[in-house]
């Protein structure tokens, strides 16, 4: 039951990182790898405060997403001098060098050491120390942002974003200043990956800076992919699909010296067949 648990918190986690990515990626058109990068923040944050300070769990989480939401208008700004290819290339670019602060800052993260001991949260004497409970935030979490979500995509706003990832210029000929747009839409984006971040910090009670690393972010843009690009629910079963299939594989029965490759190689081969025969994903309502 535990192992289930286990599972289910991590697939909530993933399930508000692929939410955050696809209002982004998906609705907007922007292509970022760079989800990782506020991931790793929020989860830095949380855990350096509740390691040195008696900061409640909560409050760590805002703080999380208030220094995300700046550093991510500054990244924003700048990537918006780009456009397609270029815009990926930079978010790349601004990923690496995210990592490469986790990894050198030794004196603030611990470097490759990473931070242990990081606290579970309580609340009104309900202690989140215990996984099933954990559990229990986490959906919250993951439903408050799926409602986030699911209001931006349907309002006035959402569509203003979908317009603009159909035809940036012809939106602009009526007036809309779409710089506003997508930088409003990537802070908001990068919010919801930090306090991702905060929860697994809290969960997993140790950090490093490998965790947040440019596959990382290559693992969530293929959860929205896989799922379904512009479809908040495609972002969820891409979550489960992508988190509970290595889990499925361990169960099949390879030969015990190749049994770890095997289970990539079909990995692998399944996201293969899945991008050539349904490159719009699960529920995809459009294609990059």
Do not use: C
């Amino acid at each position: 039951m535990d192992y289930i648990i286990h599972l289910a918190i991590l697939i909530g986690v993933y399930v508000i990182l692929g939410l955050s990515l696809n209002l982004v990626v998906g609705f907007t058109g922007l292509l970022s790898v760079t989800q990782a990068a506020f991931y790793g923040i929020g989860a830095y944050v949380t855990a350096i405060l509740l390691t040195t300070t008696a900061m409640s769990f909560f409050l760590s989480v805002i703080i999380g997403i208030i220094i995300t939401a700046i550093l991510s208008f500054f990244i924003g700004y700048v990537l918006s001098k780009f456009d397609g290819d270029y815009y990926a290339l930079g978010s790349f670019g601004f990923n690496i060098i995210i990592y490469s602060i986790f990894l050198n800052w030794q004196d603030l993260t611990r470097g490759p050491l990473g931070i242990p001991g990081i606290p579970r949260p309580s609340l009104f004497g309900i202690d989140f120390g215990n996984n099933f409970n954990f559990l229990i935030l986490v959906i919250i979490f993951a439903v408050i942002a799926y409602a986030v979500s699911q209001f931006i995509v349907k309002s006035s706003f959402g569509r203003v974003l979908k317009s603009i990832r159909e035809d940036e210029k012809a939106i602009q000929v009526f007036g809309y200043n779409t710089l506003w747009f997508k930088l409003s839409i990537f802070v908001i984006g990068a919010s919801m990956a930090s306090v991702a971040g905060s929860l697994f910090a809290s969960y997993i009670t140790y950090i490093d800076p490998s965790t947040f690393s440019l596959m990382e972010s290559v693992f969530v843009l293929a959860i929205i992919i896989l799922g379904g690009l512009a479809n908040n629910k495609g972002a969820v079963w891409g979550a489960v699909f992508l988190i509970l299939l290595p889990e499925i594989l361990r169960f099949v029965g390879f030969p015990t010296d190749i049994a770890a490759q095997m289970r990539q190689v079909v990995y692998g081969l399944i996201l293969v067949l899945l991008m050539l025969y349904r490159p719009q994903g699960l529920m995809g309502e459009y294609k990059l």
